[in-house]
């Protein structure tokens, strides 16, 4: 049984009389332990969608089942009982400026009638799982970015939940602390087998750390499965273009002057072969690199580069064979994507 069960899901608002679709008839199961990502541009609706596994926004239809219970089903009293097992991280960090890092993290636990002996003891054990013990007297107004970030997610860790929801937890945050934070996250998955659901716009932060990902587009799940098999093989425009984008430089796909453009995607084992050289050498053609660039993909160095082909329809087809002969993922990069 998944951890998580999304069936069917869908929100709808009320905006000045007008009926605005959010999500439409998602699906999704997220394992127990899985580091799972929810990617899509802005206005995707991948907030409503985190917001919707804790209820914090009711689904219009549909169902949501966290170890098998029904949300909808639950009373307020077992459903604040439920969301106590589902910790939250968000973009903003939330944290109390007039309250400092101790109280922050303990906040929770006296909501939840904790003794404030116990909460202050629990709450310098998560400084140090967040590593943030010199800090536990400071005010969020003397933090770093990143250690804000941490000591939202020690608050996040203080009842203990089994699901930990990351809503755009690193889009404010510099590539480095974005790494710093990933890593942390990794290490409390690892550590205390917490599942965690990432919201992000970033593919970088998917391939550093998810296992697997769903892509969101217009409300709609268009997407999803294995983030190796995505990240070499997309289908949706959607994950083709927060893979690779729609521009190189200043111009779309479709400005470059190449009639045919292809994307392959290569691993370490080929990584040390000059295969475009030994290409171009061999057919004695053109070939044009439009984009090049390599992604850490859990924890793997993988590479992805745009190639423009010749003119020559018969000459595209022999270097794409030959592409495929050297075990490259070979793909169509259509003009919108």
Known sequence: MSEIEIRNLSKKFQIKGQQIVALSEINLNIEKGDIFGIIGMSGAGKSTLVRSINFLEKPTEGEILIDGVNLAELSA?????????????????????????????????????????????????????????????????????????????????????????????????????????????????????????????????VTDICKKVAIIDSGRLVEEGDVETIFESPRSDAAKELISGKTVGRKTYSELEAERKIRIVYRENSAYEPIISNLVLKFNAPVNILKADTKNVNGRAVGEMILGLPDDKELQNELIDYLKEKKLVVTEVTEDV
């Open 77 to 205: 009293r077992e459903l604040r009982k439920k969301r106590s097992e589902i910790g939250m991280i968000f973009q903003s960090f939330n944290l109390l400026e007039q309250k400092n890092v101790l109280d922050n993290i303990c906040f929770p636990l006296e909501i939840n009638g904790i003794r404030k002996k116990e909460a202050r003891k629990k709450a310098k054990e998560l400084l140090a799982v967040v590593k943030l013990e010199d800090k536990e007297k400071a005010y969020p107004s003397q933090l770093s970015g990143g250690q804000k970030q941490r000591v939202a997610i020690a608050r996040a860790l203080a009842t203990d939940p089994k699901i930990l929801l990351c809503d755009e937890a690193t889009s404010a945050l510099d590539p480095q602390t974005t790494e710093a934070i990933l890593n942390l996250l990794r290490e409390i998955n690892e550590r205390l087998g917490i599942t965690i659901v990432i919201i992000t716009h970033q593919m970088s932060v």
